[in-house]
């Protein structure tokens, strides 16, 4: 995928993560059984529960890395608790966040508590878990560049967001019913920023009811 390089600059480490993000989408293309492009993404729910799976490519150390873990995402109105397993279902790390604080807590460790749930993730676990965003980007919502409401659906799945996310939603499952329909898979990249190297995030979530 990224190759293993220590004397690579971050421009190329940078490069790296975009092709590797790009070649996630280009994956993505084959699926089947797409919902109809002009199907709208179900209603907002402010209780949620999913699950799913992150596929994430970024930096530590100044070298590219990569991981892939199993979630639970829980939000309950502005809480959100969100637990990182393995792929065999070993706890990496169970996270809490509400609008005062964050808390991350792993096994053998004190908890982590800071206001910043962007910092501690990075702290802790080497890349940037956008929690504030992904209360949205799971359900087909994003906040775009000027601070425009966007609405995903199949015929319109790409947006640059207000903190500079490049999101394509690039399959879909529709609802009981076949109503309306939720994201099935997204893929997230972002350059470096002031808590994170270059990163890149494959999102694909279970289905739902």
Same mark, same amino acid.
């Given at each position: 995928?990224?190759?293993?390089?220590?004397?690579?600059?971050?421009?190329?480490?940078?490069?790296?993560?975009?092709?590797?993000?790009?070649?996630?989408?280009?994956?993505?293309?084959?699926?089947?059984? +797409?919902?109809?492009?002009? &199907? #709208? =993404?179900?209603?907002? @729910? %402010?209780?949620?529960?999913?699950?799913?799976?992150?596929?994430?490519?970024?930096?530590?150390?100044?070298?590219?890395?990569?991981?892939?873990?199993?979630?639970?995402?829980?939000?309950?109105?502005?809480?959100?608790?969100?637990?990182?397993?393995?792929?065999?279902?070993?706890?990496?790390?169970?996270?809490?966040?509400?609008?005062?604080?964050?808390?991350?807590?792993?096994?053998?460790?004190?908890?982590?508590?800071?206001?910043?749930?962007?910092?501690?993730?990075?702290? +802790?676990?080497?890349?940037? &878990? #956008? =929690?504030?965003?992904? @209360? %949205?980007?799971?359900?087909?919502?994003?906040?775009?560049?000027?601070?425009?409401?966007?609405?995903?659906?199949?015929?319109?799945?790409?947006?640059?967001?207000?903190?500079?996310?490049?999101?394509?939603?690039?399959?879909?499952?529709?609802?009981?019913?076949?109503?309306?329909?939720?994201?099935?898979?997204?893929?997230?990249?972002?350059?470096?920023?002031?808590?994170?190297?270059?990163?890149?995030?494959?999102?694909?979530?279970?289905?739902?009811?």
């Amino acid at each position: 995928m990224i190759g293993d390089n220590a004397g690579m600059t971050r421009s190329h480490l940078s490069h790296g993560l975009v092709l590797a993000a790009a070649g996630l989408l280009l994956a993505g293309c084959a699926s089947t059984g +797409a919902p109809p492009p002009n &199907l #709208p =993404v179900a209603a907002y @729910r %402010d209780q949620v529960e999913l699950d799913g799976r992150l596929f994430v490519n970024f930096e530590k150390d100044g070298k590219p890395d990569t991981l892939s873990v199993k979630f639970n995402w829980v939000q309950q109105g502005q809480k959100v608790d969100v637990s990182l397993a393995t792929p065999l279902g070993q706890t990496v790390a169970r996270i809490s966040v509400t609008p005062q604080s964050a808390t991350l807590t792993q096994s053998d460790r004190a908890p982590l508590v800071a206001q910043d749930i962007d910092g501690l993730t990075v702290e +802790a676990l080497g890349w940037s &878990l #956008p =929690v504030s965003g992904l @209360r %949205d980007w799971l359900q087909g919502y994003a906040t775009a560049a000027g601070g425009k409401r966007f609405t995903a659906s199949p015929g319109a799945n790409s947006v640059l967001t207000a903190d500079g996310w490049q999101l394509t939603f690039v399959s879909w499952q529709e609802t009981a019913g076949g109503a309306s329909a939720r994201p099935k898979r997204i893929d997230a990249t972002r350059a470096a920023s002031a808590h994170s190297g270059p990163l890149a995030i494959r999102i694909v979530l279970d289905a739902q009811g």
